[in-house]
């Protein structure tokens, strides 16, 4: 309705509503940031591990006397375990996903030691592997006992048979079209190793690489002091049986200690405390960061009222009515929001280009920024509503008194 | 000790120039008491103000004790202002937040007294306004009169020379306003230089000169006085 | 008169109390925000080992794959094989060596019924302790004989020794780690160097070993490695332990100490020559790639500061910005508002530069009270980082705020508050004293 007039009176006092406007703006690019950041993290945090997180535990059993009959231990240990009740299935490993420490390997689609093709995580496992971590195999089958050996058994270290991720098996053999089952790809120049199963998703230990989703089932068990247990069990059963089994093998045996008893959450959990941590910091910065400018506006516009009151007042001699004044205040914020998110827009683009190549993060979606205009819109008319309802409030008396 | 030579004013909008001022010629001496008087918008206010060093001219020549005020920077006029003028506003603009004490110290601490020196002469000019008991009093717990008085003991606390009062007494009942004349008159007799703006006939005839302005110029034929207090504003 | 201005200061800020918390709040919320993430990535960038680090080198040395370099940014592997960790150790070229990894033992206290548990080890050289300048409480770190007769000796962390021996002077006396004795030759002080500098391969922030034990020993025992091992040539198959020990994996870590320029300029040619003569044995394939790095340059090179903390740094500056963009309105409308009484005390004789000090002491006095509330919202802010991530027990060592962060930060404010005022006092400061006096 009246633009015009607005317009024309806020121009008189530039100063102050660029400021106002230039906040909106500052404040829209934080957001609008802070955003794309919190929704790359919480992406990252919800992709699946591809295990069965919430019924899997793990522990470490640690020989310290010289010659212990490792091999023993191990098979006792796990003929325990498998038979307890509440207990799926269990295994010995080197690790599991996200854990942040584990095995990886450089591959090659032909023998030699020259610039690997692609790279994956190694899980050594026996028969039992994938049943324990709860894969869905997608192709091939499981390994037969007969593939599993000791490393202790064979001069050959690596076996001849795996298991692949579905992303390894594409990242080795990007041409390749239907079964992956049956390809050969090499560890080095003498040991090729033949595709039996494929798995829908395992990820590896490292949440922070790039190829997290590419890692592999090897039917090779490794003669140590040092053993990690892996340990599926029944729904509901994980608790007391994180509690029962670490009395069990530590009483089962002197000459180790049990150690690193954790669940696959507790891991997952710790894998992410630093993304968790930086969306929750973020949330934090951003709702401060609104408040303060929603204040802003709250005392920019009452001064702006106090200041005016005389004319306010004469105002509402001449004819206007409470409405009238309330949507002043309230169009002349509504301006000012405009000039702010519209800068703010281009400001917050610049800003995520910035991010962009400074800190490799992913561009931002277009939606986010029309989203944080419309919120700020909100916000401004929100907070300019107080001021302006005690400005309609004033009496039009004040017109006839004098100065 | 002031004397203005063609003095010219134009206030410059978007739109329009007004010229306030144009050739406005005066010779003023030490010790006078000048009323000016003239219609609404006549060019008084501005006249006062350019006297006072709050406003620069445009164009012409004006010497306060024959010094080229136009040489004078920001500092040297915020000094000479400080020392030898003294101003009385229509609206008293007394600092709501000062209580009377403060307000007649403004002056003073820009002038550079020392703590003795000051309180010496606020206690002294408020006396003499006859405001002695209220000086811990904020300016609205006093009257009209009261305040224009407290605005009086500010402009002369500092001994000005020289004092300029815009209607000094619009906003006073006529009693009130005789004794603030009374005030000016004595002040006068002490040897200090006024010039008042003013509409009210009774209070013009006080003065020893009167001036009358017109469209920004000293009217030579003044036309009678009960003319020009009809006009005035 | 600066006494009259703080007066007029603090009448203005009690005329507008609101306003004045409003501003004082947001300078707070603003310094707040940008002083916790920058004491957190103080800490993290910080050097404790400053007052050495033109003495102290990481050594580095190229025996990477030819068709496939180490990583960024020049391609030079962060750890050193132990083929090249020996041999550089033992020509004892510099005027301290010592080369380490990260380990673990099982420690058997005495007591049938007391249960072993492991603790972290560092198989490390006799120039540790003197090169890294290694606070001890009791004894002493072991001597270089030992570092070549395989002794059994330990150094102990204050914290173990207190689990282990009450606290009491250990030195001489036997601890049995994985069945075998060791005698304590001593016992460290308090020692937690933050970032821990002299091995970021690992994670730079965790707790340093609570045992030190010598690294031939390690060797000959093949005690494992904690830390990271890479290798871009096979292990020859079925060599075993003697076979990893002869192959291009890179796993330890090296440092010398050298006194000036010359003997690092000395030690560099020695890295050359070095390398030169194994490129005639076959290995070496790539060009010569050999660096010797500061504590300081080698923080830096291996970006011990998270990415995530300068992310958040940036956009905590943003904050600040609006925090005082917010300032900056605010201290204009009181400008505005207060006009009228800049322009009376104009014609009352005031200056210029009288009214720019009088605004300029105004927002000094907000300034102080923001940086001060600054700081209590950054303890607050540092506290909510440190429960944000109560599983990461180390993130207290992070969060410490010390006296330069706290200067820093009312500094920061009283400087903000200016910056904010300068636009409103401008203004300020050209108003005309006649302006808001003309009658009618
Ligand atoms: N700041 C200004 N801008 C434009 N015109 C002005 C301004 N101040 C005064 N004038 C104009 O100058 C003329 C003289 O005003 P003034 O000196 O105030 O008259 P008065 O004799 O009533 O005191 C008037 O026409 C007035 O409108
Ligand atoms: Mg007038």
């Not at chain 2, 004006?62 to 030898?84: A, H, M, P, T």
């Not at chain 3, 306003?19 to 940008?34: D, E, Q, T």
């Not at chain 3, 990894?101 to 007391?114: L, Y």
């Not at chain 3, 102990?156 to 282990?164: A, I």
Request: aromatic share 8%.
């Amino acid at each position: 309705m009246e633009f015009g007039p607005i317009w024309r009176a806020m121009m008189r006092n530039k100063g102050g509503y660029l400021l106002i406007a230039l906040q909106i703006a500052v404040t829209m690019a934080v957001m609008v940031n802070a955003f794309a950041i919190m929704q790359e993290r919480s992406i990252k945090m919800s992709r699946p591990s591809g295990i069965d997180d919430a019924n899997t535990f793990s522990l470490v059993s640690v020989g310290f006397k010289p010659d212990m009959d490792a091999k023993t231990l191990v098979q006792e240990d796990l003929d325990l375990l498998r038979g307890l009740p509440g207990v799926v299935n269990a295994v010995e490993t080197n690790s599991f996903p996200l854990r942040q420490g584990g095995w990886s390997e450089g591959l090659h689609r032909e023998p030699g030691v020259g610039k690997s093709v692609s790279s994956s995580a190694i899980y050594f496992v026996d028969e039992h592997g994938l049943d324990t971590f709860a894969l869905n195999l997608v192709d091939g089958q499981n390994f037969t006992p007969d593939q599993v050996s000791w490393d202790s058994d064979s001069p050959d270290f690596w076996p001849a048979t795996v298991i692949v991720t579905q992303a390894l098996a594409e990242d080795l053999f990007p041409d390749h079209e239907g079964s992956y089952v049956g390809k050969t790809f090499w560890f080095n120049d003498e040991n090729p190793a033949n595709i039996v199963g494929v798995v829908e998703r395992m990820q590896a230990p490292w949440p922070t690489w790039t190829g997290v989703e590419r890692s592999m089932l090897v039917p090779l068990r490794r003669e140590s002091e040092f053993a990690r247990y892996v340990i599926r069990t029944e729904p509901g059963y994980r608790d007391e049986l994180m509690v029962q089994v670490e009395e069990l093998l530590s009483g089962s045996n002197k000459d180790r200690i049990i150690r690193g008893l954790g669940s696959a959450e507790e891991a997952r959990k710790l894998s992410y405390l630093g993304d968790a941590a930086m969306i929750k910091i973020l949330s934090f910065i951003v709702v401060l960061l609104t408040a303060i400018t929603g204040l802003g506006i709250v005392g920019l516009a009452s001064f702006s009222v106090a200041r005016r009151t005389r004319q306010i007042g004469i105002r509402r001699a001449l004819g206007a009515t409470k409405p009238a004044i309330i949507r002043y205040f309230m169009l002349e914020n509504f301006l000012v929001s405009s000039v702010g998110v519209v800068a703010g827009g281009v400001l917050a683009i610049g800003l995520n280009i910035v991010m962009v190549q400074a800190f490799a993060l992913t561009p931002l979606a277009w939606y986010v920024i029309p989203v944080a205009m419309i919120v700020l819109w909100v916000v401004g008319q929100a907070a300019v509503a107080g001021p302006a309802r005690r400005a309609s409030a004033i009496s039009p008396a004040i017109a006839t008194r004098s100065i | 000790m002031l004397n203005m030579k063609n003095v010219s004013k134009v206030y410059r909008t978007d739109t329009v120039e007004t010229h306030a001022l144009r050739e406005f010629s005066l010779i003023v001496e030490e010790g006078e008491f000048v009323s000016v008087t003239g219609p609404s918008g006549s060019g008084k206010t501005t006249f006062l103000n350019i006297a006072g060093l709050l406003e620069d001219l445009t164009d012409g020549a004006y010497e306060l004790d024959g010094r080229d005020i136009s040489k004078l920077n920001d500092k040297e006029r915020s000094r000479v202002r400080n020392e030898k003028i003294g101003f009385i506003f229509q609206s008293f603009n007394l600092i709501p937040e000062l209580n009377i004490f403060d307000n007649v110290d403004v002056p003073l601490r820009y002038r550079g007294f020392n703590a003795d020196e000051r309180k010496r002469r606020i206690e002294q000019s408020i006396e003499m306004v006859g405001l002695g008991s209220r000086m811990q009093h904020l300016p609205a717990q006093l009257s009209g009169g009261q305040q224009q008085r407290v605005a009086i003991a500010r402009a002369l606390a500092g001994e000005p020379r020289f004092l300029l009062a815009d209607e000094p007494t619009g906003n006073l009942d006529s009693q009130m306003a005789d004794s603030v004349l009374d005030l000016l008159a004595e002040i006068n007799a002490a040897g200090t230089t006024i010039i008042m703006v003013t509409h009210e006939l009774g209070l013009a005839d006080r003065a020893r000169r009167n001036i009358f302005v017109r469209d920004g110029q000293v009217s030579d034929n003044a036309p009678e006085l009960h003319l020009a207090s009809m006009a005035a504003g | 008169m600066f006494r009259y201005y703080l007066k007029l200061g603090t009448l203005s800020i009690r005329a507008n109390p609101m306003l004045s918390a409003l501003m004082v709040a947001a300078i707070a919320v603003g310094i707040g925000a940008c002083m916790t993430i920058f004491t957190v990535r103080h800490v993290m960038s910080g050097n404790p080992i400053e007052s050495k680090n033109d003495q102290l080198y990481h050594v580095q040395v190229d025996n990477w794959n030819p068709d496939d370099p180490y990583e960024e940014p020049d391609g030079a592997p962060v750890q050193v094989t132990y083929l090249d960790a020996k041999a550089l150790f033992d020509a004892g070229r510099a005027f301290r060596q010592t080369t380490s990894f990260k380990t673990s033992r099982v420690v058997q206290p005495d007591g049938d019924d007391a249960r072993p548990y492991q603790e972290d080890a560092r198989a490390t050289t006799a120039d540790f302790f003197p090169m890294f300048d290694v606070p001890f409480l009791y004894g002493a770190g072991w001597d270089r004989a030992s570092d070549e007769t395989q002794d059994h000796v330990v150094v102990l962390s204050r914290e173990l020794n207190e689990k282990l021996f009450g606290g009491e002077d250990s030195v001489g006396r036997t601890l049995m780690l994985n069945d075998e004795a060791y005698r304590v030759s001593g016992v460290l002080d308090t020692w937690n160097p933050v970032p821990k500098y002299y091995d970021v391969n690992n994670n730079p922030f965790e707790a340093p070993a609570r045992l030190f034990l010598p690294f031939s020993l390690a060797i000959a025992g093949s005690f494992d490695n904690n830390g990271n091992t890479s290798c871009w040539k096979p292990v020859e198959e079925g060599s075993g332990r003697e076979g990893f020990l002869a192959s291009e994996c890179i796993w330890i870590q090296m440092w010398v100490e050298l006194q000036n320029a010359s003997a690092r300029q000395d030690y560099m040619n020695f890295l050359n020559a070095y390398v030169e003569e194994q490129k005639l044995l076959g290995r070496f394939p790539r060009p010569l790639n050999n660096h010797l790095r500061t504590p300081s340059e080698w923080m830096k090179y291996n970006e011990v500061v998270d990415e995530d903390v300068d992310v958040l740094l940036g956009l905590a500056i943003l904050f600040l910005v609006v925090c005082l963009l917010n300032t900056i309105g605010l201290l204009l409308a009181k400008a505005m508002r207060r006009a009228k009484d800049t322009s009376l005390r104009r014609a009352l004789g005031a200056s210029r530069a009288e009214l720019f000090k009088q605004h300029v002491i105004e927002a000094g006095m907000i300034g102080v009270a923001g940086g001060a509330l600054g700081v209590v919202m950054t303890w607050f802010g540092l506290r909510g980082i440190e429960s944000i991530f109560i599983e990461y027990e180390f993130m207290q060592h992070l969060v410490r705020m010390d006296w330069s962060m706290v200067t820093l930060a009312v500094v920061l404010a009283i400087v903000s508050a200016l910056g904010a005022a300068l636009y409103p006092t401008w203004r300020t400061c050209n108003i005309t004293p006649a302006s808001y006096l003309r009658l009618q």
